[in-house]
């Protein structure tokens, strides 16, 4: 039934579609009516339902561990060519790993961990350049994590609000990349067939059971697993607690963010560059969002995500309020210094124009870029006291 339905699709809409899932199912009526719908506005997700908010209620959330203060941060020496590929891909129980969910604010992520992984390794004077890594797209339980060494690895992922991230994932990886035309049955088939507990799956440590009964104590284990888990909408909030809970420096968090709507993205394939549009909805793609089906597929990921933003906010209370207050403010001063001093002279893959440059200035694809012009910053706010 899938493949006709795939196949009906393909000739309503001569674009292709993109997926390696196998959940997708028939587009019953009123999604068909729906999809005669074209009216069109800019994106603003209005998700959640007195069941959402139960669930949420029924995970308790935890306060992310700090680091012990006498036990060395997990700075390892880095794998030879660690930013590659083969290497990437392979398994490590120690150093920073992160799992990172696809269009979660990850890009920013690693230029943020990347930074500090550097600053790290320098003051430290381990003799080498940078802490070891796992920063690629994947599964937690592919990367064998539960095997990890608690002691000297750091466990760490990105969520964003589901609806959010599903539609961003639509518009830049099919219709940004693919060029795919933004119908609502390419929209609807896409989101059924990617995303359905897409976060227990990436996540989960072990195997998971996708069914409601199980969603309350798999979400439990992730929260459990994990030494921190970041919330894209609250992503300074999230770097800051990040930063005092391994008691890093406000300037070794510094980043340059690449992916915006309206900019371009270079896809790291170095093939060129894809100019990134804006997440546009039709009135059929926003039924189909407020559907009990798409509620259902994303109840799991609902779940961990309102535990994930409970928990950053509990970490805060614990870790006193004014502190971290003072820190945010610190952090938000350091990023406005940094990008009024380095945005023209950082070399990102993609120029304003959306051409490549041949060369760029960035540690990894278009992550941790221009750290000569933030070292420059850092020793500016340093000689300044800040």
Not at 246 to 264: C, H, I, Q, R
Request: aromatic content about 10%; hydrophobic content about 35%; charged content about 25%.
């Amino acid at each position: 039934m899938f493949i006709c339905w795939l196949l009906f699709m393909a000739t309503a809409d001569n674009s292709t579609l993109s997926t390696n899932d196998n959940d997708a199912k028939p587009m019953d009526s009123n999604l068909i009516a729906a999809a005669k719908k074209t009216k069109i506005e800019t994106f603003e997700p209005t998700v959640d339902s007195e069941s959402m908010q139960e669930d949420s209620n029924a995970i308790k959330p935890r306060v992310w561990r700090s680091w012990p203060v006498h036990a060395p941060l997990p700075c390892f020496e880095p794998d030879m060519d660690m930013f590659s590929e083969a290497v990437q891909n392979t398994q490590s129980r120690i150093g920073f790993l992160y799992v990172r969910p696809l269009k979660t604010g990850s890009s920013s992520m690693n230029g943020a961990v990347i930074r500090a992984a550097q600053q790290l390794a320098k003051r430290e004077n381990y003799g080498f350049e940078i802490c070891k890594l796992r920063i690629f797209h994947g599964f937690a339980s592919t990367y064998g994590y539960v095997q990890r060494d608690k002691d000297k690895s750091f466990l760490y992922s990105s969520l964003r609000d589901p609806t959010k991230r599903a539609v961003s994932r639509f518009f830049f990886a099919q219709v940004s990349r693919r060029k795919v035309e933004p119908t609502d049955l390419k929209f609807i088939g896409f989101l059924k067939a990617m995303f359905q507990s897409s976060y227990l799956k990436s996540l989960s440590m072990m195997p998971y059971h996708d069914t409601p009964e199980h969603y309350q104590r798999d979400v439990r284990h992730v929260l459990e697993d994990y030494d921190f888990i970041a919330v894209t909408e609250q992503m300074d909030e999230s770097l800051v607690v990040m930063q005092m809970l391994l008691g890093l420096e406000t300037t070794d968090m510094l980043y340059f963010a690449v992916k915006t709507n309206g900019g371009y993205d270079d896809g790291g394939t170095n093939m060129g560059c894809t100019y990134i549009q804006k997440s546009i909805l039709t009135d059929g793609m926003r039924e189909y969002l407020k559907s009990d089906d798409w509620k259902t597929r994303t109840r799991s990921d609902y779940m961990l995500y309102e535990a994930a933003k409970k928990s950053l906010h509990l970490t805060i209370d614990h870790l006193g309020r004014d502190k971290f207050n003072k820190n945010l403010e610190d952090f938000r001063q350091a990023m406005v210094e940094a990008k009024a001093k380095c945005y023209g002279l950082v070399k990102f893959p993609c120029a304003p124009d959306g051409s490549r440059n041949s060369h760029t200035d960035c540690i990894w694809e278009d992550s941790g870029c221009g750290q000569t012009c933030l070292n420059d910053v850092t020793k500016e706010l340093q000689h300044h006291g800040r």
